[in-house]
């Protein structure tokens, strides 16, 4: 007799491409895949257990298709990534979840959830546990206590309700071995959905994020630490194993390495560099990640170079040091400078990543952010506004300083002067107005500018990207027209 298994259900809750970046900028947000559920339904599959993942926003579906989709064939369990401006939307998904599948355990994971995770089962009665922190072992004692039907043991890294009251469990201690976690299970996700940003158009097709390391040891103010301070990466023959599927399964020719900051650990990123040239690999697919200007340096620089890399992003955030140092950035204004002039003569692209609205600033500071941009110059700048996520040291201030003006969860997006929302923080001396549209006139102000047409011009590849550049500045010159 065989014993049926339990089966769980991950969704990526639907939180549409308009409401994170508004009507104009709808076409320039990337679907991209969403690996932590991925990575869960890996194990599960490792583990034996049975499980599909839902890709709302992939799929273009909405709750009540969801829902219907859970009724037609319910499971036993649902996950659910939970970031802070998807809030409403899981609150409203799990009440018609349960509505149409009473008895199904339900369980969300992901950014705010690790943040917040006593309040959200205070706030939402159908949600049963949350999983606090990296989730791959989490669920998989989850599922076995489900199945088992036994009374509760406490497992490490997650919350749960005892006579009615949130009780947090004792924390999980992250995966010192990443190798030991599977790769995502990309096969159970609609693929042919996930698309390129407009930063990445430089070939045509999909460019998958490969989770390269957890962690990071910084400490900006803003930051939520979601793995942790300490870095920790796959080993380079892993990393060069789930590329070459990648380019076999896929056909890949481009790919974003991702990690908090890729070069923290040099001998890694070196190490990395060697293995990419070494198989070949440089030479059939180019790569982007992120970094900080005090982590890298010019032998660093070539050898990423040589290895493929053709863009790096770096998080400037702001072109002011008294602001630099108010959110613990660590780094100088005169250093940024020279590693993007650095980067630039070894021939990498650079998007530069700044902040509007930082604690204290001034309108007159933020110009001084948006000209700080245009003497660095990077080929591409994303101007957002400055969200104090919960889970950060920002949010615990600003919430002590009484100075949080909404805790409705759905204004916390950093897209919110293009996507026209409330804001959770504004600095004395500015309104929610200003700060709105100096997200525009920052963008406004940083693309039109006559090089930039040129260099524009250079990068068309295909009529694709022509397309996309042309609607570029039509969005461009309209909101200049709007917003003067
Ligand atoms: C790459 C990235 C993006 C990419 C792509 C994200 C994607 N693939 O979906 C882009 C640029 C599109 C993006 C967009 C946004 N992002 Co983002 N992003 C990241 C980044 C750098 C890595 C995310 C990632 O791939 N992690 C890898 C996987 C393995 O981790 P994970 O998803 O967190 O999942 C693990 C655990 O959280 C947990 N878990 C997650 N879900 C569940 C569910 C269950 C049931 C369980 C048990 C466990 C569990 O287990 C997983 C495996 O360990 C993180 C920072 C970070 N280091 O995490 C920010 C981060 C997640 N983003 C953030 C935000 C705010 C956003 C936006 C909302 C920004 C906006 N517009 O306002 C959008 C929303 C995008 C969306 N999904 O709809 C915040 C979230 C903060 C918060 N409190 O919500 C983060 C933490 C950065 C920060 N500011 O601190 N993002
Ligand atoms: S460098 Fe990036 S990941 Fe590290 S603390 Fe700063 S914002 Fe967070």
Redesign the pocket.
Known sequence: MSIKKIRTV?INPY?SIQD?YGKDMKNFG?I??????A??AANLEKNNYPVSIIDA?ALNINNIDIARQLKEEPPDIV???V???MHGTVKDLVKRIKEVVPYVKI??????A??LPAELLSEIEEIDYV?IG???D??IETVKFIESEKEFPEIAGLAYRKNGKAVVGKPRLARTNLDEIPSPARHLLPMEKYNLTVSKTKGVGYCP?L?VARGCPFDCYY??H??GRSFRHHSVERILNEIKVLISKYNIDQINL?A?TLTVNKKFLLALCRGLVKDGINEKVKWTCESRVDTIDAEMLQAMKDAGCWQISYGVESGVQRLLDIISKGEKLEQIEEVFKLTKKIGIAIRGFFMLGLPTETINESWQTINFAKKLDPLWAQFTITIP???TPLFNMLKKQNEIKTYDWNCY???AGWAGRQLPYVPHGMTVKQLQDLQKKAMVSFYLRPRNFIKFLKRINSFKTFKKYLQGLFILVKNRVNIN
């Not at 991209?32 to 559920?37: A, I, K, V």
């Not at 369980?107 to 705010?112: E, K, P, R």
């Open positions: 991950l939180f994170r990337a991209s895949e969403p690996l932590g559920l990575y869960l926003p996950g659910i990534t970031l802070t401006p369980i969300v994971g992901g950014a705010h690790s943040a999983c990296e989730g791959e989490t669920i994020t989770i930051c939520s979601p793995f991702e908090d996520y919960p889970g997006n950093t897209w």
